[in-house]
């Protein structure tokens, strides 16, 4: 049983490995962390199963599902509508773990809002030429939706500072273990490295910078 069960919540930019960061803890910690599957609109990447990455469901389904009210947050993101059933959130919860969402700035800020024992994550790798690599290695998208992605992302990390905690993904391992503690610690509590504020404000122009040049 997992002491004070709680939401977590992991938001980083498209390309900054939240989505792997949950997994990895989802198969280490297995009877303290679930995952809730979040509801899209999106198509299904290649490998991605119904179910079990995502909720594939039709744009008429998912308002429908907002009109109702089943979701905890919702929001659209690269042109789709992304959501957190409540019916999931709570099943987790009652079975006495921590609840992860992998959701991006606006969901995690009505998280925050609902519930204000949740635990915000946001997570980047050190380097933002790895978010860009990363991004363009998926292969799924053309330079076009690479660009809007990074565009989003500058939007992104201004708002890292509303969020708990931040954590460097380079080394998958200690990244795991960092969310590990974060989650196990109550309450809820914002923790800086005091060399955090001007790493994150070089990330902003780095980034800019990144932008500007071709994708390859």
Known sequence: MTPTPRIVVLSAPSGGGKTTIAKALRARYPDEFGFSVSATTRKPRATEQDGVDYRFWKPSQFLAGVNDGQFLEHARYGGELYGTLRSDVQKILDSG?????????NGASQVRKLDPEALTIFILPSDPRVLVQRLVERGSESS?????RLERAIE??????LFHRWIRNDDLDD?????????????????????????????????????????R
Do not use: M
């Open 156 to 161: 992104e990390i201004s708002d890292a500072r």
């Open 97 to 105: 773990r921590h609840v992860l969402l992998d959701i991006d700035v």
């Open 175 to 215: 990244a795991v273990e960092s969310v590990k503690r974060a989650a196990d610690e109550y309450p809820a509590r914002f923790a800086r490295d005091p060399k955090d504020i001007p790493w994150l404000k070089s990330y902003l122009v780095d980034l800019q910078s990144e932008r500007q040049r071709p994708l």
């Open 144 to 148: 076009e939706q690479i660009q809007r």
